[in-house]
């Protein structure tokens, strides 16, 4: 494997090495960019909200950054077989999204593909003293995540038909929601480092949050928010591959021995435009909590950041 180049220009102030959510490039002393592009294929049926979904997963790296989106390019692959109306409605899920999220949609691409995915290529700014990273938490942070655990085993349990689409909707309904607001919420608080839980599950992407800082989060399972039926879902087998494939990725810096089985899934499940995971002073944390909970955020504060004991993530079973 080749060796990656350093950067040539100081103006790059986050790029590849820190396995963060998007680059951010200095423009002036008042003004970076930050820079992210994610598309997957469909995980619901719906093609209106499948755009919805990708578009709220795609701007939310932006937010992770402590910045606002601007503008977005669609990236759409799309088969010859289905109805051109499909396309629309998934366009029209994806435009809706960023008018909420108050990002201008100025053009895409698109190419022919034998399965449907879509996403966007989003820019955004941020003052550059008030960037967010993954990997700059403090000892004694508290960790607070803003939406509930699941939705991977959710979907999975769909596709098996162990579950209809009313108990799907309670993860439909959480990724299609904005991580804006989970974002405004923090502004003005000692937020130390951020991130948001997606494809490596609540556990992998804490872990890298760990690793950048040489500390280890202290988990205390039980006060982790779960969609309804996840766990019991969980139970039944319904757990994504990805989720196995996370467990085995992080195995050497995550210790999930003093949780059940079903704890466990949920922490490697892969998660499809999940909530933002803060590290807040805890003299904060309180504050952030109030303040997500004015505005109908899911959150809970579910551990704290400790000296480094070992592992990069320790949960257990209080």
Aim: glycine share 10%; proline share 5%.
């Amino acid at each position: 494997m080749c060796e990656l180049p350093k950067y040539p220009n100081k103006d790059i102030l986050i790029g590849f090495d820190s396995s963060d959510d998007a680059c951010v490039y200095r423009v002036s002393d008042d003004v970076a960019i930050v820079q992210t592009v994610d598309f997957f294929p469909p995980m619901v049926d719906d093609p209106y909200l499948f755009g919805q979904i990708a578009a709220a997963n795609a701007i939310s790296d932006v937010y992770a950054m402590g910045g606002k989106p601007i503008f977005a390019l669609n990236l759409l692959c799309f088969p010859n077989c289905l109805d051109l109306e499909v396309a629309g409605e998934i366009l029209a899920g994806g435009a809706d999204k960023a008018a909420e999220a108050m990002c201008t949609i100025a053009g895409g691409h698109s190419i022919t593909d034998n399965e449907p995915k879509y996403g966007m290529c989003v820019t955004g700014t941020v003052h550059p003293q008030k960037v967010l990273a993954n990997n700059s938490p403090s000892q004694g942070d508290a960790v607070v995540i803003t939406k509930a655990l699941g939705t991977g085993i959710l979907t999975t349990a769909f596709k098996g038909e162990f579950i209809g689409e009313e108990d799907l909707k309670p993860a439909t309904d959480a990724m299609r929601q904005l991580n804006r607001y989970a974002a405004e919420a923090a502004e003005g608080l000692r937020v130390h480092a951020c991130t948001d839980i997606t494809g490596f599950g609540f556990a992998g992407h804490l872990c890298e949050m760990m690793e950048g800082s040489g500390m280890t989060a202290q988990i205390a399972a039980q006060k982790l928010p779960i969609l309804p039926r996840a766990m019991e879902m969980a139970g039944y087998g319904m757990v994504p591959g990805g989720a196995y494939r996370n467990r085995d990725h992080f195995a050497a810096k995550l210790d999930l021995s003093g949780v059940s089985q079903g704890y466990g899934d949920i922490m490697v499940d892969p998660q499809t435009s999940g909530g933002l995971m803060f590290s807040v002073d805890e003299r904060d944390a309180e504050e952030l909590l109030r303040r997500l909970k004015d505005a109908g955020v899911t959150a809970a504060q579910v551990g704290w950041i400790s000296a480094f004991d070992g592992v990069s993530v320790r949960a257990k079973e209080q």
